[in-house]
């Protein structure tokens, strides 16, 4: 069946600027994460949706980054006044309760 | 919340097995741990995860030491698109959602 699909899959943008990242999980799956994965380094992760439960928001590196699911699906990442060091892979996965997290291609982010 | 140690990077000749370390002294006894892999440019793959036995599937096997303080991930004929980064993980003790990711271990196969 149909993967973790995000979009765009790239995003050039200019310092200053917002942007909004969005994922599609697999049909059905309860949860949904965001992470950031910076060049040569390991994954960071920054939220978590659960079902209609509050978001854990705990690793969002600061108040300019925000995520919603509507719906319980759908879900997107907005970064408001881009900086540079928000370039990055932003990838997305979701899972069936707390079981294992199936990841989508990711969206290649560069602030100019 | 544990922590892995992988080595930065090894080589496999194709076809032959390729065995990944991965120590996690500091893991708790409810804490999984999970393998991935991510191919250049693409989202990570999950490959297994198992708790104290050893596992097998279609991608790999999973031998865990009996204190769990270490693990390898064995891919038994090793072919050229196995080439990627794999990452060792173990979950979060008490928050059963979260990966912490290190910085894993580059497997060039060679032909």
């Known amino acids: 069946g149909a993967g973790v699909s995000q979009s765009p899959s790239n995003k050039v943008t200019e310092k200053g600027k917002d942007v909004e990242l969005r994922c599609d999980p697999i049909?059905?799956?309860?949860?949904l994460y965001w992470y950031r994965q910076s060049l040569g380094q390991g994954l960071e992760f920054l939220i978590y949706?659960?079902?209609?439960?509050?978001?854990?928001k705990s690793g969002l590196p600061s108040d300019r980054f925000s995520a919603e699911r509507t719906g319980g699906s759908v879900s997107t990442l907005t970064i408001q006044r881009t900086q540079q060091e928000d370039s990055a892979v932003y990838l997305c996965a979701s899972s069936f309760g707390s079981g294992t997290q199936y990841f989508g291609p990711g969206t290649r982010l560069l602030v100019l | 919340d544990a922590k892995t140690t992988q080595p930065p990077s090894m080589d496999c000749a194709e076809g032959r097995a390729a065995n990944l370390p991965c120590n996690h002294s500091t893991i708790s006894g409810n804490e999984y741990v999970y393998w991935y892999r991510q191919i250049h440019s693409q989202g990570p793959q999950y490959i297994i995860h198992g708790l104290k036995n050893n596992e097998t599937n279609e991608m790999a096997s999973l031998i865990i030491t009996e204190d769990r303080k270490s693990s390898t991930l064995i891919l038994p004929h090793a072919t050229l698109r196995d080439t990627a980064v794999y990452y060792c993980?173990?979950?979060?003790?008490?928050?059963?959602?979260?990966?912490?990711w290190g910085a894993g271990t580059k497997l060039i196969i060679k032909p």
């Open positions: 049909s059905g799956h309860t949860a």
């Open positions: 949706f659960q079902g209609n439960s509050a978001p854990d």
């Open positions: 993980i173990v979950r979060v003790a008490d928050s059963n959602y979260q990966l912490i």
